[in-house]
Nanobody
Framework: VQLQASGGGMVQTGGSLRLSCVAS????????MGWYLQAPGNQRELVAS???????RFGDSVKGRLTISIDNARKTVYLQMNNLNPEDTAVYYC???????????????WGQGTLVTVSS
């Protein structure tokens, strides 16, 4: 299983970014997909996640300034972030709860991370 994230980069304060993450490989089911961020010196924390049925969980970071959506057929999760500020600068990691074989539990998989830098 691979999670390929894209869409990171540098923006100015007040700007927007859209992150995408597509899952590929031996996948028989996806329970949820989402995004975490890790700023320098800090632990990884939840940004938002969305289940295959559309249930959304938000973390405290970027809250109120983002939209998360999932395309189950394309095994892709999107994160639209608006009104970004320098405190949002971090590496953003894609996460997915994936079942790789029938009869097995869902497991966590992680993407390689994409850097988001917000300049003042």
């Amino acid at each position: 299983v691979q999670l390929q994230a894209s869409g990171g980069g540098m923006v100015q304060t007040g700007g927007s970014l859209r992150l995408s993450c597509v899952a590929s490989g031996r996948i028989v089911g996806i329970n949820a997909m989402g995004w975490y961020l890790q700023a320098p010196g800090n632990q990884r924390e939840l940004v938002a996640s969305i289940s295959d049925s559309g249930i959304i969980r938000f973390g405290d970071s970027v809250k109120g300034r983002l939209t998360i959506s999932i395309d189950n057929a394309r095994k892709t999760v999107y994160l639209q972030m608006n009104n970004l500020n320098p405190e949002d600068t971090a590496v953003y990691y894609c996460n997915a709860e994936i079942r790789t074989n029938w009869g097995r539990d869902f497991r966590d998989f992680w993407g390689q991370g994409t850097l988001v830098t917000v300049s003042s």
